[in-house]
């Protein structure tokens, strides 16, 4: 209630205490005039009351307008590039239809295999870049919408229309107002602007996707065609002349096009693994080239093949090996890695095979890399046919003087090699056959894989012969484990490759023979739809990809974790001469190091799974009521494998007593330690009853120990010569520590001999018993040659003799 209305009541109010009651009626009409004032006073009260509301809300509302506006401005000044996607779903579009032809357009008279897998391949890259446009159009649009919506949100909302019925507030409310509206109308106008520009971006770019999908779906349609007819007849026989045939440059220039079209995005879309590949091979050559500067003997360096060309060599392994983590690989892709592998292959074994078996693989590899840029050619023709027809002919008959040439067949060592040959001679026959008589794709198939056969098993062959090679070096050059080599103990790795080595290689040679056939994918698809496919379990949804993913990666830290323990924490390993080596001290952080790989493992693993963190909080506690209840004595020696770890009462290699047996700590696991003991077995404690026990650490305070040997000498014998004769002996024994000092001390006189005791210290703790074994013997030839007699037990017997009466004293 406004100052004015209150003193307006006061007044009437005192002007009815002065009148008093003696009018009735003009009371009557004083009360009902005040409360229809009243009333109205109420009224005008809440009208103020949402109109000061009203304009804070105003004043947010404009605030927050202008506040977009300025988002707006500035979204809108980066000015999106909508030329660049113009020209970019332009070049897509014109790619398109080049990888169309010979499929859509020009196809002659039957589709090839080869034309279509390209094909394919290339639509497919050329869907993923239309998509990632889409997908970058998508996102702009949301902003434009986002930003649109909001400014049309704030700019219809209620509070904007209340006025005041003061004409001054409603004068400078419209100067306001007049304001903001210049200041986004041109943002308004733009946003609609930008926005129509992106419709009609995103409606070409669907229209291109869908061509892009549809083409794709035929040509899957043309090759299960193929595939149902993989031994009808494609095209006549070769003797006879064929009605249509497209001219050869034309061929040629479009097969060109489409395989560095496939390149290219293949490429571009596995960059990450093209620089891993370079990496891991450069790691290869480094290490080649290290092993080689570590072996002095010039004999061995020419007879090794790995290191008498480590450049090669070193890349010879890493293009092999690293060749696999490339998914779907096209053949363009593979044929080149092959190609530059077996070249260099060709320059590593030379001085280690005859002339005969050099041309031999001279002529498999020049076929080779004949097949493999015939099979670029994506369209048939007559000649093509031809050099098929030759190229197959001729890896007949090289493989025939190669298998029935009995004299050179006892000149290579790698008799496995003959295996793969004879195979290829196999397909090549089948290839000239179905050639012949018109069965144009699968004829070409078998030809290439025949010979990819040959060479991919050779070439893997001989990886295997390098890496073995590598090993045996590795194994006599580096006797101890060092830093720089990560603490790798080559005596546990060995002098062969693992057997996983043999099998990826063996999976490696049936993927890259495999991938010559369409049929492949029979094999291949349902493998990865299996893998891929979602299946519900109650509100989780899963993979078995997921679930591989996890047992990958479980398995992957618990290998890791073991690999630790295997190659640094091992102290048993020995030189060639059988003496112990030195080497860097890990100790107990291996077990910290352990744990930390695990337990990342685990949460890596239900990461990818799909398990929330929250989720696995619930697992924890559930096996926490688990290991409360049943598994207790399990993390009480986990636990105390912890505290061991971090207080480090014990290390490995440390010498420890415990309960009067000796031994050296071998490791300390998860669960329980291994002490190697004096007599050669290993003892393995529980953690827990290893850190409850009395031990004695004979290397925590050095390697150092203190002995004594206890003497008796006879009486008469000069002490003082004893003194100096015991003193010089341990002074002039090298193992024992002079600095500390030795103390000769006469303890004890018994009935028979004066007691003399030595004290001093040994180097190392270990080489005691070797150190009082040889103390003795000194002392016993320096006493002999100085008439020092050691006292020995007499016994005094004494016996009566009815007849004589004497007395017989009796030594013994």
């Given amino acids: 209630m406004s100052r004015k209305v209150l003193a307006c009541f006061l007044i009437m109010l005192f002007s009815k205490v002065l009148l008093g009651n003696s009018q009735d009626s003009v009371q009557v009409g004083f009360v009902a005039k005040m409360e229809q004032f009243f009333k109205e006073s109420a009224k005008r009260s809440i009208q103020d009351l949402e109109m000061d509301r009203a304009t804070i809300r105003q004043n947010r509302v404009l605030e927050d307008i202008k506040l977009l506006a300025s988002q707006s401005r500035s979204f ?37 295999s080869r034309n279509l897998t390209v094909t394919f391949n290339i639509l497919n890259a050329l869907s993923i870049e239309v998509r990632s446009l889409k997908r970058e ?75 892009l999908e549809s083409d794709m779906e035929e040509v899957q349609y043309y090759q299960n065609q193929l595939s149902d007819r993989t031994i009808a007849r494609n095209f006549v026989n070769i003797w006879v002349p064929s009605r249509f045939e497209r001219p050869l440059d034309e061929i040629l220039y479009f097969s060109f096009v489409k395989a560095k079209l496939l390149y290219f995005y293949y490429l571009r879309a596995h960059l990450g693994k093209l620089f891993f590949f ?84 001279l002529a498999i590899l020049t076929l080779f890399i004949l097949a493999g840029l015939d099979n670029l050619v994506l369209q048939p023709s007559r000649m093509e046919r031809w050099l098929i027809l030759f190229i197959a002919v001729a890896a007949c008959l090289v493989g025939l003087l190669a298998l029935f040439n009995k004299k050179r067949r006892d000149e290579i060592k790698e008799r496995w090699i003959l295996f793969p040959i004879a195979f290829m001679v196999l397909l090549e026959l089948v290839s000239v056959v179905l050639n012949l008589f018109g069965r144009f ?31 045996q070096l590795a194994s006599s050059v580096y006797q101890k484990q060092e830093r720089r080599l990560f603490y790798i103990n080559y005596n546990r790795v060995g002098k062969r490759a693992p057997a996983f080595f043999y099998a990826v290689l063996i999976v490696g040679w049936f993927v890259l023979f495999g991938r010559n056939f369409y049929e492949f994918r ?26 591989v993913v996890f047992l990958l990666i479980m398995v992957c830290a618990t290998v890791l974790s073991k690999i630790v323990s295997y190659f640094a924490a091992d102290s048993q390993w020995e030189k060639k001469e059988g003496t112990a080596q030195n080497r860097f001290r890990l100790g107990s952080w291996i077990l910290l190091v352990r744990i930390t790989i695990i337990v990342i493992g685990f949460f890596l693993a239900f990461s990818a799974l799909g398990i929330p963190v929250q989720q696995i909080g619930i697992i924890v506690g559930a096996l926490g009521v688990g290991i409360g209840f049943g598994l207790q004595t399990l993390v009480n020696n986990l636990v105390s494998g912890l505290i061991i770890a971090f207080e480090k009462p014990v290390n490995v290699d440390d010498l420890i007593e415990i309960g009067g047996k000796s031994g050296k700590v071998k490791s300390i696991g998860f669960r329980s330690s291994v002490i190697a003991t004096a007599e050669g077995a290993d003892l393995i404690m529980p953690n827990g009853d290893l850190l409850n026990a009395h031990v004695m650490n004979w290397s ?97 017997v004494i016996f009566n003799q009815k007849d004589s009466g004497t007395k017989e004293e009796t030594d013994h």
């Fill in 76 to 112: 809108l000044r980066k000015d999106f590039d909508s030329m660049r996607v113009d020209r970019g779903l332009k070049e897509l579009t014109v790619l398109h239809d080049m990888a169309k032809d010979g499929v859509f357009e020009n196809k002659g008279s039957a589709q090839s």
């Fill in 137 to 211: 159009m998508d996102r702009y649009q949301d902003r434009l919408t986002n930003y649109q919506l909001q400014l049309d949100s704030l700019s219809n909302d209620p509070a904007l229309f209340v006025v005041s019925k003061d004409s001054a507030n409603v004068a400078r409310y419209m100067g306001r107002i007049r304001v903001i509206a210049m200041e986004i109308s041109p943002i308004t106008l733009k946003l609609a602007e930008r926005i129509n520009v992106v419709h009609e971006l995103e409606n070409r770019i669907n229209i291109e996707l869908a061509r």
């Fill in 278 to 361: 370079f990496l891991a091979s450069l790691v290869v050559v480094v290490y080649v080239h290290v092993l080689r500067r570590q072996i002095n003997d010039k004999n061995v360096v020419q007879a090794s093949l790995l290191l008498h060309r480590p450049l090669l060599s070193g890349l010879i392994i890493g293009l092999c090996v690293m060749q696999f983590i490339f998914p779907a690989a096209p053949f363009v892709f593979t044929i080149t890695i092959l190609t530059i592998a077996s070249i260099f292959l060709s320059l590593v074994f030379r001085p280690a095979i005859t002339k005969y078996w050099m041309a031999v693989w």
């Fill in 441 to 471: 794709n699968l004829s070409k198939v078998l030809l290439v894989a025949g010979l990819t056969n040959a060479v991919v098993f050779i070439l893997f062959l001989w990886v295997i012969r390098l890496v073995n090679e590598g090993l």
């Fill in 522 to 547: 029979f094999l291949a698809d349902p493998l990865k739809d299996f893998l891929e496919t979602e299946h519900r379990l109650g509100n989780y949804q899963f993979s078995v990809n997921n679930l």
């Fill in 700 to 796: 925590q305070g050095g390697a150092k120990k203190r002995l004594s040997i206890r003497l008796e000498v006879k009486y008469g014998v000069d002490l003082e010569r004893v003194t100096q004769l015991l003193k010089k002996i341990l002074e002039e024994d090298e193992q024992i520590l002079s600095s500390i000092g030795t103390s000769v001390q006469f303890v004890q006189v018994t009935s028979q001999a004066v007691v003399v005791e030595l004290y001093f210290w040994v180097r190392t703790s270990k080489d005691s018993g070797v150190v009082k074994s040889g103390l003795l013997a000194q002392i016993y030839r320096c006493f002999t040659d100085e008439g020092i007699v050691l006292a020995l037990p007499i016994q005094e």
